[in-house]
């Protein structure tokens, strides 16, 4: 098979998640067992690091693996979804598994997995705890896919545990209060292994202490003692952080809600550090000490890891800005930051799927820009025309599309040079976005 036809046998023979919902999801651990056993359990040969969360947990994932590769250490990283394509999910040092290793990986062990029927999660779990053992990473930073206790990626025993933020996504597979979604988020927390927790609230604060204790994992709250001290954002993009330990720092991500993620990041280098106290930089590594490799990461961090989609700016004149953010959680964040922008008119490419809080998000968008609704290339995808009408019911006001392409197209044509373009509302929005506009 081709790289293409390889792809595709994945994305269409494999249940996922991603496109088909519910029908693409599988609970327990049996497969992942399975084939972990079959590859002669890879992922002990490295150490990993294992980050959980409602949001930000892509943001700090490449921003840990950022620093460890800042060190001079060999990094493996694997994240999801995939924007542009499938080999974004796995990568070492920033460069993702080549076409080769996915078509010979497929080819040699469907003969061991096709009876397994394993989903399409499960399936790429495995190819990257092997990728990463073949490219004999020194540490792997590993995104948990859905929830923690049950996701495919809690097999790992890490030398340490981030747990970002809970906030309500997925109910139907975590359950319905903040307590439940923080139970299952918690399920990778590990004995004896120290936890980060980024953000934690009256509902979750409780969970995650009760499930440290009995683990024996010592709990680190990062909003106990902050790290950062001030913060202010920069034109064009970016953030400067005041920091207590590390100075100042540049930080190339400019969303707002990324000063959450770098307090996160922030705590989770700083037990790193005290836990292994190896870690510094050393061979590869251009830093002279662990401060540098920390100013490193934060303002090099999509050149060290490849990250997209973390309010990107991809134009100018209209400037035209993709963020990934797809739940409530996130736009509480996104809102903010949209009314902190200035220019003529506001337009807004919208899509979002199914298992969303959709009347929750449209409630917290601008009434005053314009808005040209779309749904990405995915059966979760909510019709553009039932968008519309939700949408005209918050006094939300704009036109449909087909496609994201279509309705960026519109307003690029509808846009002024001192206009602004916002491109979200669900990740696969702005993949099509990045795969066809850009």
């Not at 693409?24 to 002669?40: A, C, M, P, Q």
């Not at 807004?348 to 009347?359: A, L, P």
């Amino acid at each position: 098979m081709t790289y293409k036809e390889t792809t595709e046998y994945l994305f269409s023979q494999l249940p996922m998640f991603e496109r088909q919902g519910a029908a693409g999801y599988k609970d327990g651990l049996y497969n992942t067992l399975e084939l972990d056993r079959h590859f002669g359990h890879p992922h002990s040969s490295y150490r990993t690091v294992h980050v959980a969360g409602t949001n930000g947990k892509g943001s700090c994932s490449h921003t840990i693996a950022a620093f460890l590769q800042s060190c001079g250490y060999r990094v493996g990283l694997y994240t999801s979804p995939h924007l542009k394509d499938f080999r974004e999910r796995i990568k070492v040092d920033g460069q993702p598994v080549s076409e080769e290793y996915v078509v010979d990986f497929v080819e040699k062990e469907r003969a061991f997995f096709e009876p397994l029927r394993p989903s399409f999660f499960e399936l790429t779990t495995a190819m990257a705890f092997k990728y990463f053992k073949d490219k004999a990473v020194d540490y792997a930073v590993v995104e948990v896919g859905l929830g923690g206790r049950l996701d495919c990626t809690n097999i790992i025993t890490p030398v340490l545990s981030v747990i970002t933020n809970i906030s309500f996504d997925h109910t139907q597979f975590l359950g319905d209060t903040l307590g439940q979604i923080a139970g299952e988020k918690a399920g990778i927390i590990k004995c004896g292994v120290p936890v980060v927790i980024g953000e934690s609230l009256p509902e979750t604060r409780p969970v995650f202490e009760s499930k440290a204790r009995e683990m024996g994992a010592p709990i680190i709250f990062a909003e106990d003692s902050p790290e950062i001290v001030g913060a202010t954002q920069k034109a064009p993009g970016g953030i400067l952080y005041d920091t207590r330990r590390y100075g100042m720092l540049t930080g190339e991500l400019g969303g707002i809600y990324q000063i959450k993620n770098a307090g996160t990041v922030l705590a989770a280098i700083s037990v790193l550090a005290e836990t292994d106290k190896t870690l510094r930089p050393h061979g590869r590594s251009v830093c002279k000490s662990v401060r540098d490799a920390v100013g490193n990461a934060f303002s090099n961090v999509c050149r060290l890891t490849g990250l997209m989609g973390r309010w990107q700016q991809v134009g100018t004149s209209p400037a035209v800005v993709c963020d990934t953010g797809h739940n409530v959680g996130g736009w509480l964040y996104l809102s903010e930051q949209l009314k902190s922008v200035e220019c003529g008119r506001m337009h807004i490419v919208f899509g979002m799927v199914n298992d969303k809080d959709i009347d929750g998000v449209l409630s917290l968008l601008p009434p005053a820009a314009e808005y040209y609704f779309t749904k990405p290339d995915s059966k979760r995808a909510i019709p553009e025309t039932e968008l519309l009408d939700k949408a005209g019911r918050k006094r939300l006001h704009g036109r449909c599309f087909k496609s994201v392409a279509e309705a960026f197209g519109a307003a690029m044509r509808s846009a002024s040079a001192d206009d602004f373009i916002f491109v979200g509302g669900s990740s696969y929005v702005v993949a099509d976005f990045l795969s066809h506009c850009v």
